[in-house]
């Protein structure tokens, strides 16, 4: 059974800071991985999908990378703003999407 | 954009009522999924749909089914509602995964339910 893990489980930076989410899965045997954001209260906005085939993917100030050989995934997000705070999960598909716990970021003033 | 409403944001019900989750999307989407999310168990796939009148059970679907009667709606049943069905749902939809590159899944806002 595929199990997602997520470090840190929190994290508080200051604003500008550059910054790297972590997650880690059992079993290699995905077609992509994608990472999400979701806000207090609220749904889940898809921020980066990153096929099995593929290394990274780049969106704005994010950039996220995939070695699933290892079976990890990190999320960069560079020069962090106060509106980046949020949970950000990532989630990974084989038979069906698994999702990590994720991480709640804090971006402070 | 895609757009995934449900019906409620907030719900508040008693215990052994029966409760219905209503999940519309605008995309014309073959695949709607259930999910709840809870503190220290992340999301979890309660059931799913690849087309109308057609569902699958997800991890967790014991005390809960679901009816999808036309391709735009997917609707939650909870039965005879129970205190540990408290919790935030969570639908979303997407388009077929064979053949295609993506398959991302787009989310409504949640409906959280609480269950007295």
């Known amino acids: 059974k595929q199990e997602v893990t997520q470090i840190p489980a929190a994290l508080s930076v200051p604003e500008g800071e550059n910054l790297v989410l972590n997650c880690s899965f059992t079993?290699?045997?995905?077609?992509?991985l994608q990472w999400f954001r979701q806000d207090p209260g609220k749904g889940l906005t898809s921020l980066l999908l990153?096929?099995?085939?593929?290394r990274e993917q780049t969106s704005g100030r994010l950039n996220a990378s995939l070695d699933k050989s290892s079976g990890r995934s990190t999320l960069y997000i560079a020069a962090s703003q106060p509106g980046d705070s949020a949970t950000y999960l990532c989630?990974?598909?084989?038979?069906?999407?698994?999702f990590g716990e994720g991480t709640q970021l804090t971006v402070n003033p | 954009d895609v757009k995934v409403t449900q019906s409620s944001r907030y719900l508040v019900k008693r215990t052994g009522e029966k409760v219905f989750l209503e999940c519309v999307q605008d995309?014309?989407?073959?695949?709607m999924f259930w999910y709840r999310q809870d503190p220290g168990l992340g999301l979890r796939l309660i059931y799913f749909?690849?087309?109308?009148?057609?569902?699958e059970k997800g991890d967790i679907p014991e005390g809960y089914s679901v009816s999808r009667e036309k391709k735009e709606r997917f609707s939650l049943i909870l039965e005879s509602a129970s205190t540990n069905q408290t919790s935030m749902y969570l639908c979303?939809?997407?388009?077929?995964?064979?053949?295609?590159?993506?398959?991302?899944?787009?989310f409504g806002p949640g409906t959280r339910l609480t269950v007295l």
């Open positions: 979303a939809s997407s388009l077929p995964t064979w053949g295609l590159l993506t398959d991302t899944q787009y």
């Open positions: 079993d290699s045997a995905i077609y992509n």
């Open positions: 990153i096929q099995s085939s593929q």
């Open positions: 989630a990974v598909r084989g038979s069906r999407l698994t």
């Open positions: 995309m014309d989407h073959e695949n």
């Open positions: 749909s690849y087309d109308v009148k057609m569902k």
